[in-house]
């Protein structure tokens, strides 16, 4: 495994345990599943991603 | 063999350790036992406990296809991996309460906390959170709510719903409190603080507009800049010309953060409040694991009594005697009803396999309660007389200095005129005299901790580098839960007036966010202005709002295994469920009609009214402090009343379904 896909995967892992967006997973996602139609734009995907994970409950006290 | 010699030997060493920590005389004790003890009793339970659980009480089987994985978006649903989530999800609910909990319930000495949180996490508070992740993974990651809607009746979804909302309400009010209170007259405290606001709008700016997406290369920065804020901080604090600007009194702060909550909901949140959102969470693992190792570096001695004859109700942190008060007072840690919120919302969504339930539902909260232990020896180490000169009531010190010296020495503890002077220049502090809310002993403690492990000429720096962390991270609670308050409401309110709904309408938004914060802005004033510091009747309040909503979710723990065929293993959510039932409904009750008015909403009210016949208090106060009173009662009355109407609800349920009656389950046999 190359440095760069370590650290790439060490970004990943942190994105995900402080709830933020990871744009890589959904491309993945979006390759596998919807390859017919365009992924958003990082841009779009992060706006929407943000959207949903304010609107419900995220934490404890 | 040798597995079976290793757990052996961690059994002999917890049982040891829970000796030497009960048959302990002398003035300290090495704070390693309490650690022994509590880690060698979470590893039992992990083992042995949580795998009962998990293969026959739940079921667990990896054959079955999760939520995350059939209904992957790329968004919500994400398969992740299980370490990931495990760190995703304790993120999320370690928080201010399992720190501030223990801080305050140490008046009792450090003996009761210590018990209640390893047995209260194991047969409670971690049985909750797997019961209710598990539950909600089966079903494509539906909310407590949702859940108590379909498995009890529309009903007790909806009483769960309101009673969720007014717990946010009272949870919002007491944790703002604690960051009023660790601020108060802080300059040094004030200025990072709000540095945090610039440096959030500037993270928004960086992964929203100049480089979208790169939020991690953005909070780094900010995490940076924080640390500048905070040495800033110091010569701010020193400076003659700047100093008394940020300088601010309580009721000055408490109206800056209801200003804050309200800006923060209702802006864009990618501006203020998601950046604040990954300095706290940032800064929030971080410290916990320097903690950690500070307290693993230095292992230092405990100087709290394992009891102190504050265990007969006559504490002045907090009224109330141990039962029930400790089991109210620390909630998160030992069990949490918001950790069930937590559980039913995005964390479901993320289980790869259903086996990661367990180390995930289970393990995390074993990992929250660790926290709590740690807050708990942070708070014991300091002296004693110190530790209640910083958390009683001024009014209850005598009002002055002296008067404290003098009052802590007839409570039988040691105090020397000039210490707490002395404590209060070694931190940066003006004073630290009657500054309750938990959060600056727990800062002294940390600094204490992190200046004999990593230097000691920056203790002042320390307690305010604590004092940032917990206020950062209590903050974006607030604003937060301020726009989940808003969303709930507007849901609420939608069913009496349809366009009150709509979340994209921007005058419904504002008249939405204006309520939510009016009423737990309504709860810090009073709070801010009660004369005996208002964390005295707020925290038993938020409290006991907490594990009435632990006693919602484990009936709707319980209503699932009963109906997918689980009766027989139902004890594993009923015994938390009658405990908490037995300690909230006494407390409830002694909170209303308790003859003490330290004690009773109702006795202190009339205590009120007689001082404002006899003339000792002036009538338009005493008509407030009446009225406050009054609300206060209420609401106790409330969430009892709600509380009752779901568990008896969610009772008929299980009569109803249980195979003893003769009446065969008409919902196909699907484990829980």
């Known amino acids: 495994m190359t440095i760069s896909i370590r650290w790439a995967r060490a970004v990943s892992a942190i994105r995900r345990i402080t709830g933020m967006p990871d744009y890589s997973v959904y491309l993945a996602h979006h390759r596998a599943n919807h390859c017919d139609q365009p992924p958003l734009s990082e841009r779009d995907y992060f706006e929407q991603f943000l959207e949903q994970r304010y609107s419900g409950v995220s934490r404890c006290c | ?672």
């Open chain 2, 1 to 672: 063999m040798g597995r079976v010699l290793m757990w052996i030997t961690i059994a002999a060493a917890g049982a040891g350790a829970w000796g030497v920590i009960a048959l302990h005389r002398g003035e300290t004790m090495n704070a390693a036992w309490l650690i022994l003890a509590a880690v060698c009793s979470y590893l039992i339970a992990y083992r042995f406990y949580s795998r009962f659980l998990a293969h026959t009480v739940l079921g667990l089987d990896d054959t079955r296809i999760t939520s995350a994985v059939r209904l992957a978006n790329g968004r919500d649903y994400v398969p992740t991996p299980r370490w990931v989530l495990f760190g995703h999800h304790f993120a999320a609910i370690a928080g201010a309460g399992p720190l501030v909990g223990p801080v305050l319930a140490a008046q009792f000495g450090y003996l009761p906390g210590t018990i209640w949180l390893v047995v209260g996490v194991i047969l409670g508070g971690a049985v909750q959170d797997f019961v209710i992740l598990v539950g909600s993974m089966r079903r494509d990651g539906k909310s407590l709510g949702q859940l108590a809607k379909e498995e009890i009746g529309s009903v007790a979804g909806t009483l769960a719903m309101v009673a969720i909302l007014a717990i946010m309400i009272i949870l919002l009010a007491v944790l703002a409190l604690v960051v009023v209170k660790a601020l108060e007259d802080s300059p040094w405290g004030v200025f990072t603080i709000l540095c945090t606001i610039p440096i959030a709008f500037g993270m928004g700016f960086w992964m929203k507009v100049w480089r979208p997406g790169q939020t991690v290369e953005a909070s780094v920065a900010g995490v940076l800049l924080l640390m500048v804020a905070l040495f800033a901080g110091k010569w701010v604090a020193a400076s003659p010309a700047l100093a008394p600007i940020f300088t601010l009194d309580g009721v000055t702060i408490a109206w800056g953060v209801i200003a804050y909550g309200f800006i923060a909901s209702v802006i864009p949140v990618w501006m203020l409040l998601c950046p604040r959102d990954y300095l706290s969470t940032f800064m929030k693992i971080g410290t916990i694991a320097a903690l950690a190792l500070g307290i693993l570096m230095t292992l230092p001695a405990i100087r709290l009594p394992a009891i102190t004859r504050f265990a007969d109700g006559s504490g002045p942190v907090f009224a109330g005697a141990l039962f029930p008060f400790c089991f109210i007072t620390i909630a998160c840690g030992a069990i949490s009803g918001f950790h069930a919120l937590v559980a039913s919302g995005t964390t479901p969504k993320m289980l790869e396999r259903e086996t990661d339930a367990r180390p995930i539902g289970y393990g995390a909260m074993l990992m929250a309660s660790f926290v709590a232990i740690m807050a708990l020896i942070a708070a014991s180490i300091l002296e004693p007389g110190v530790y209640f000169a910083m958390n009683a009531p001024l009014a209850t010190l005598g009002g002055s200095a002296d008067a404290a010296v003098t009052t802590i020495r007839e409570w039988g503890f040691t105090l020397v005129p000039g210490q707490m002077e002395a404590l209060a220049a070694s931190m940066g502090e003006s004073s630290l005299l009657a500054r309750t809310g938990g959060a600056p002993s727990l800062a002294v403690g940390m600094a204490q901790i992190f200046a004999g492990a990593f230097g000691q000429s920056l203790t002042a720096v320390w307690y305010h580098f604590a004092i940032m962390f917990e206020a950062l991270f209590i903050l974006t609670t607030v604003d937060t839960g301020t726009r989940v308050g808003r969303f709930m409401f507007q849901e609420l309110a939608g069913h009496i007036w349809r366009p009150m709904a709509r979340t994209s309408w921007y005058p419904a938004t504002v008249l939405a966010s204006a309520v939510v914060v009016g009423a737990w802005g309504w709860f810090l004033i009073q709070g801010v202005t009660d004369p005996l510091g208002g964390i005295n009747s707020l925290w038993p309040l938020f409290g006991i709002s907490n594990q009435l909503l632990a006693a919602v979710a484990l009936s709707v723990g319980t209503t699932l295994l009963i109906r997918h065929g689980k009766a027989a293993h139902a004890w594993v959510t009923l015994l938390p469920l009658t405990w908490l039932l037995i300690v909230t409904t006494t407390a409830c009750w002694q909170k209303l009609f308790h003859a003490d008015p330290r004690i009773g909403f109702l006795s202190h009210a009339s205590r009120i009214s007689s001082d404002v016949v006899a003339g000792v208090l002036e009538p338009a106060r005493g008509a407030r402090l009446i009225f406050n009173d009054r609300i206060n009662a209420a609401l106790a009355a409330v969430f009892l009343i709600v509380t009752w109407t779901v568990v008896i609800a969610s009772a008929r349920v299980w009569l109803r379904r249980s195979p003893a009656n003769g009446v065969p389950s008409p919902v196909p046999a699907r484990a829980p």
